[in-house]
């Protein structure tokens, strides 16, 4: 399985911008650039996916290196909703995720 | 919007006791997987499922576990004699496919604790 890395932890202010980077420096042509978070006591939510282009959804944008050896989460307008660990997945087609231990974002009032 | 719904939400039971945790995938996914995530701990895979049958299973996935749909909308795990290291968190997730652009989606949840 490819693997990412994330930093350990970030911290926003609330309703500011959040750039969550993710680094994939041995991704593949076929692998897609998943992330999810994860709120305390809850199941991991989906957030975006990406494989070239950048993405925008409601919830995220995802913005998508040229080289793809790294990508960036980014939320909007951060708020105290969006404090959770996220985490950047490959997925090369088979039948699991693989998680690693993500970046806890804290959000700031 | 649909969703993977869960039950229990929370089960405590004695030790060697069998469990059932019990899962209802989104209804036009035809791949589901169990995980689980030991409080601080990591979320792990343990087991995928399609067309009856177990597509892979992680080491976790031991014979004491078992997976099952017992009818056209449920997805099941049991636990056959719980242990105390089997304290944890159990996601049931279901997705459309296996393709890398089909997205994983997982329900809330069941804690299972072992006393």
């Known amino acids: 399985d490819a693997k990412t890395t994330q930093p350990n932890s970030m911290e926003s202010n609330e309703e500011e911008p959040v750039h969550l980077p993710c680094n994939h420096s041995t991704i593949s042509g076929t692998d897609y650039i998943h992330w999810y978070r994860q709120l305390p006591s809850q199941g991991p939510e989906y957030v975006i996916h990406g494989l070239t282009s950048n993405v925008n959804n409601r919830m995220a944008s995802l913005a998508i290196a040229e080289d793809r050896k790294s990508s960036t989460l980014i939320l909007h307008r951060a708020t105290l909703r969006d404090a959770a660990v996220y985490y950047c997945?490959?997925?090369?087609?088979?039948?699991?995720?693989?998680f690693g231990a993500g970046t806890i974002l804290r959000v700031k009032s | 919007e649909p969703e993977v719904t869960q039950t229990p939400s929370h089960q405590v039971t004695q030790m060697g006791q069998e469990v059932i945790l019990r899962c209802v995938p989104i209804?036009?996914?035809?791949?589901f997987y169990w995980y689980r995530q030991i409080l601080g701990q990591k979320v792990e895979f343990l087991v995928s499922f399609y067309n009856n049958e177990i597509s892979e299973k992680s080491e976790i996935f031991d014979d004491q576990f078992s997976v099952e749909r017992p009818d056209g909308s449920n997805f099941t795990l049991k636990i056959r004699s719980t242990k105390l290291e089997d304290s944890a968190m159990y996601f049931c997730?279901?997705?459309?496919?296996?393709?890398?652009?089909?997205?994983?989606?997982f329900g809330e949840g069941s804690w299972l604790t072992v006393v």
């Open positions: 997945i490959l997925r090369d087609g088979g039948n699991k995720l693989v």
């Open positions: 997730a279901s997705s459309v496919g296996l393709n890398s652009g089909n997205t994983i989606y």
């Open positions: 209804s036009n996914h035809l791949y």
